[in-house]
């Protein structure tokens, strides 16, 4: 499952994989995006984009279009 699939504030997942390349696959390791970690979604905004996610805790805001490219697992 992509992490933009996740859409209910709460659920739990565990990264698997990252799709990313080059600067974009730099940025999101840099930001904690690494294989195993545990992410919670805290909420959407309005319009759906960006969502706000809780990861070794902190908060970070993602596009959807930066999402789409994090595999998880829902815990």
């Known amino acids: 499952m992509r992490l933009d699939e ?3 504030s709460g659920t739990k997942c565990k990264i698997v994989s990252i799709k990313a390349t080059d600067a974009l696959r ?8 690494v294989s195993g970690a545990d992410i919670e979604v805290v909420r959407e905004a309005p319009l759906y984009d960006p ?12 596009r959807k279009s930066e999402a789409c490219l994090v595999e998880v697992d829902i815990i």
Do not use: N, P
Not at 26 to 33: E, R
């Open 6 to 8: 996740v859409t209910k």
């Open 26 to 33: 730099t940025k999101l390791l840099d930001m904690g995006f």
């Open 51 to 62: 969502m706000e996610l809780k990861i070794h805790r902190y908060l970070l805001s993602l």
